[in-house]
Structures are given as C-alpha cells and as structure tokens.
C-alpha cells in the first residue's frame, strides 16, 4: 500500500498510420481502434477471450504487417502483466519494440519502454529498468509531452526507491512533483506526495512522512477521490501502528475502510482488513486479530487477490499459533503452502517472494523471542531490587498497613448501618401498606396525596442516603416532606417547627444526610404515637454558636423508660457515622476539623415544675460551610 501509482499506461491508438506510403483507410482504422478497445476490456475481465482477440490482430485487413505485430506482441505483454507474469510480460515488451521503432511510433514506442521499465522492476532488474524509463524518458523530452516526462521521472524514482537508494528516489519524485503542479495534475501529485511520504515512513522519519500523507490526503478530499484517499488513510494508519499509536491507527483505517466499501474498492477493502489485524495483533487482541485475517483472505479468495490472500493466510497461521490453537494454525499454514505453491507453477519469479516472506516471518518471530527474553530478564534483574527494598521497608510499614485495614473495615461497617439507617425500607413498607388501606377503604384522594408525599421522600431518599455532606435547606426540606408523610401515616396532624438563625445561609452550611431522621422515628414510634391521644409536637433547631453547629430536638412524648430510651439514641447517634463523615473532609484541603470538637449527645426529659412535658435531645457539629 506504499506506492499508489506504478503508471502502467496502456492507450488505443487514435492516430492515422502512415506506412510505406499507404494511408490506413477510416474504417479500417476504426476496426483496428475498436479490436483494441475489446482488448483492453478483456484483459481486465476475461484473459481466455483477450487472448483469441489479441491473435485476431494480424488477421485484420488493410494494416501493415509490422504495425499489427506490434501491437500483437504488445497487447501479449499487457495480459501477462495482468496476470503477474513479469518475464513473459517483458519477453513481449521487448519483442515489440522493433516493430514500433520502425514504425517510427513514438507514442507507442515510449509506452512500450515504460511498461517493460515496470516489469523488469517487479523481477529486481533495476539497472535494466531503469534503461527502459531512460529511453521512455528521451522519446517524451522529444514529444514534449510533459505528463509522460513526468511520469517517467515518477517510475525511475520508483525504482531508487526499491534500490534503497532513498536520496536519489527522493529527487526523482521531486522533478516529477515540480512538473504535475506545474500542469495542475494534481492526482497526479498526490501520487507523488504519498510516496514521497513513504520514503520518509521506510527511513523512520515519521513527522515527514506524516506531513506529506497529509498533504496527498488534502488534495484526494478536494479532488473527491474517495477511493484514493482511503488509500493515503491506510497508509497513515500503517505509520500510526509503526509507531504504536493504535488508538490513531485504528482511527484512520477503519475510516478507510469504510470509503473503500463506499467506493467498491475491494482490493483497498481486502488490504485495510489485513493491516487491522495487524493492528489488533499488535494490541494483543489476538482473537480479533484472527477475525480481521479472516475477513481479508475471504475477500481476496472471492476476488482472485492471491497476493492478499497468501499474506494474511500467513498472518493468520502466526497469530493462531500465538493464540495456542494448533489445529487452526496448521489448517491455516496447510492452506498458505497450498496457494503458494500454485502461485509458484502460474509465475515462477514468486517463489524468491514467498521465501522471502516466510524468512521474514521467522525472523520477526525469533525477534520477538529475543526481545521477550532480554524484557524478562530486565524485570527478573528490576524485581529482585524491587523486592529487595520493600523487604527492607516492609517490617517498618506493616503495622501500620495493618491498622489502617482494621480502620477501613470499621469505616465500612459503619457506613454499611448507616446506609441502611437512611433508607430505612422498612418505614417505606409501612407507608405503602397505608397507602394501601387507603386505597382498599376506596379514600382515592387521600391514597394519591399519600403516594406523591412517599415518592417524594423515596426520591429525596435515594438522593441523599448515597451522600455524606448536604446543605441545611435540603436537609430541612427533606424533614418537612419525612414530616408529611408520618402525618399521614398516623393519621394526627402532627405540630412541627422548624427554627434556625443561620436560615439565610442555609445554602452554604453542610450537615451529614438526613441527620435528624433517626431521633425523629424515635419520637414518632408506633407503639407511643398511635397509642397516645395527644398530638405530637416536635421542636427542631439548628443553632450556630461559634464554630460549632447545635441541633436539639424536643418532643412532647412521655415514657417510664428514659434510660433505654436514652441508650438507644445514643447508639443511633454513633452508628449515624458522624464522626467518620467528618473525619474523611478533615483529610481534604477545604475543610480542617478536629475531631475534639465533636460533642456528645446529651438526652434528658423536659419538665414544667414538676410536671414531665416531653423529652429533648441534643448535640454539636463543627460549623461546616462550601
């Protein structure tokens, strides 16, 4: 996926023959024209038949023998460079050389040379391609063409290129670049620029190379090229994995691959497929990475692309032995042999390629062996010193570590009753049952007002139980709804108020989570409230004095049991995890606290005279402000 372009330039000829004399008459020029046309058609689509028609060229009447041989021997050429036959292509090439330089047909004659310049590449004689683009080049220098001059400068910079000989590819494809700007071809430069970025990729200088996929990219967006700018996008995602960048990679091939299937391009598609797995093979990802092998050889099978096909089956194999299924990567290596040994028989010049690629294969393995042992025995070397000095410090932090696990399960089993405190489901079940009575008693009014009070406080419930810290207003909010439902609940219009003097700041002023609730449900438990005649009246305050918080709660219950009574409330007080709220802030930057300046509950029944008018609890917070 390199190089985007190899220019294999293959044209009917349009132009009048003049041979010896004679003048090709219009319409055998036009059967001649279109004899071509069918030629080239059917080299793309069916070679069995472009071959009948190529031997069908000298059969044509009116032409000169030399100038049907010609193109008989130069369409050859074109079916077996169709087919990957590079020695048969280049036999063909040359044999129709003559033929044309007799002819004096230029054109003809430097596409000639050009197209054997190719082939003689693919079979790794550079120096005689390189003859052949030289030829081309000064028959296009006389023709004054200058696109084919700059295509010849493209494909001998090619060549460099497979020379590794990166300076002077380099200053090849720049001659080329200078002329397409200058002829506003800018497919054509952004040919050039993709792999002159490719260049740059092979010699590891990435931000270069990065800058001029770009640049070939811009200009296949602006040109509308879909099929061609899924190409560059492939490559950059080529260069992001080189560089271990999957999450860019995967970005920009499977933004590829989804132009390539836009555009019907399944020879982009069947390779985009093949580098994800690559990709998720470098991730780790090995059963994905199978998947995407999977999906590239299927295409290129359905599609005659065996060179593909035979690189992902080779993948495939190393990536189901890396995944320890033997069976499925002997399957796969079954097949890899297969098909390369049909390639092979078809074209004999591929047997150096697949050796090449299964050399490749093995030494990227044995590598990675490589690179795995020195890692293992850098952290073997890093874990033994490691070891060494947590064994040195080991003794001096474990006690502590231990007593800070001792601290953490204490926190949690507290926050675990608090939790449960909060939520208290099992007033939430008696008020559904007394939504229910309701509703079983036909009251659908009241059964309604019911449902919106217990929604709200479940809502409020659920909000604020997963809190530690809310402000003062939604604390006294969430009493007068808890308020309401009892209300309802014992069917007693229960007298309440609430007083505060810091109400104007009650936004900013923090308290642990429905603080008040369990006091509250003690005043207002079944056994008293239901029972006793009068109506209960609750006093809440919150009160600022200083530094510290004071809530107190008063209520107008009386009892015989205010010792247990009182025990009680102070368990609530302890299990509502104040002092651990408060301590995990401490730890924090905005507020300090300490934890002496928590106060204890005091719980103590309120007389008039002599006469018990209820019970009263309170206790200080630290002034906590946002």
């Known amino acids: 996926m390199n190089c985007l372009c190899s220019f294999l330039r293959v044209s009917a000829l349009a132009a009048l023959f003049m041979v010896k004399g004679i003048t090709v008459s219009a319409e055998a020029k036009k059967s001649l024209s279109d004899l071509e046309d069918l030629i080239i058609e059917a080299i793309e689509v069916n070679p069995a038949e472009a071959k009948q028609l190529i031997m069908s060229l000298t059969d044509l009447e009116g032409y000169d023998g ?63 391609s390189l003859n052949c683009f030289s030829e081309s080049l000064k028959i296009e220098f006389a023709l004054d063409n200058a696109k084919g001059i700059a295509q010849c400068y493209q494909n001998m910079a090619i060549v460099f290129s497979e020379g590794n000989q990166m300076v002077k590819a380099l200053d090849f494809y720049n001659k080329a670049l200078e002329v397409f700007l200058e002829e506003g071809a800018w497919e054509d430069a952004a040919a050039i620029y993709n792999n002159m970025a490719a260049e740059f990729s092979q010699a590891e200088e990435f931000d270069k190379a990065s800058i001029y996929y770009n640049k070939s990219l811009d200009i296949y967006k602006k040109q509308r090229k879909g099929a061609m700018e899924a190409r560059v996008l492939s490559n950059i995602g080529a260069l992001k994995l080189r560089q271990g960048k999957y999450d860019e990679a995967s970005k920009s091939m499977e933004r590829a691959l989804f132009l390539l299937k ?77 098909l390369r040994d049909n390639i092979i028989a078809e074209n004999p010049e591929f047997r150096s390629g697949a050796l090449s690629m299964e050399l490749e294969q093995q030494i990227a393995e044995r590598d990675t062996r490589l690179y795995r042992a020195k890692i293992r025995e850098r952290y073997f070397r890093g874990a033994m010193a490691v070891v060494a000095v947590f064994a040195l410090f080991g003794f001096i932090i474990a006690g502590r570590h231990r007593r800070r696990l001792i601290k953490q399960n204490e926190a949690e089993d507290l926050k675990k009753r608090v939790m449960k405190d909060k939520s208290n489901p099992e007033f939430v079940a008696i008020c559904l049952a007394s939504v229910r009575l309701s509703i079983e008693r036909e009251d659908y009014p009241t059964a309604l007002l019911q449902l919106d009070n217990v929604s709200e406080l479940i809502r409020q419930i659920m909000e604020y139980s ?97 010792d247990c009574r009182n025990a009680a409330l102070e368990e609530k007080y302890k299990a509502l995890g104040i002092a651990i709220s408060f301590s995990n802030i401490k730890r924090g930057r905005s507020h300090k606290v300490k934890t002496s300046e928590f106060g204890e509950i005091r719980s103590e029944e309120r007389f008039d005279g002599n006469i018990k008018k209820g019970h009263r609890v309170y206790f200080s917070l630290p002034l906590i402000t946002n």
């Open 262 to 338: 836009t555009e019907g391009d399944k020879i982009g598609e069947a390779s985009t497929y093949g580098m994800l797995g690559d990709l998720y093979k470098g991730r780790g990802d090995l059963g994905q990475a199978v998947f995407l092998y999977g999906m590239a050889i299927s295409l290129a099978e359905e599609y005659g692309l065996k060179d593909i096909q035979i690189k992902n089956l080779l993948a495939e194999y190393s990536a189901y032995k890396s995944l320890g299924r033997y069976n499925d990567a002997l399957s796969s290596y079954e097949k890899y042999i297969a």
């Open 66 to 128: 030399q100038l049907l041989r010609g193109h008989q021997e130069f369409y050859d050429g074109e079916l077996s460079y169709s087919q990957g036959n590079w020695a048969a292509a280049a036999g063909f090439y040359r044999e129709s050389l003559p033929y044309f330089n007799n002819l004096n047909d230029s054109s003809k004659l430097a596409i000639a040379y050009n197209n054997l310049g190719l082939v003689e590449s693919f079979l790794g004689n550079y120096d005689k």
């Open 466 to 562: 997963s809190q530690e810290l809310i402000p003062l207003s939604k604390e006294i909010e969430y009493l007068k709804t808890y308020l309401s439902v009892q209300d309802q609940r014992l069917q007693k219009n229960i007298e309440y108020r609430i007083e505060s003097n810091i109400l104007q700041n009650a936004e900013q002023v923090l308290v642990p989570a429905m603080l008040t609730q369990p006091f509250l449900e003690d005043s207002l438990s079944n056994d008293v409230a239901l029972n006793s005649k009068s109506i209960p009246k609750l006093n809440i305050a919150f009160m600022r004095r200083g530094n510290l918080l004071e809530v107190i709660i008063e209520d107008n219950r009386i009892d015989d049991n205010n």
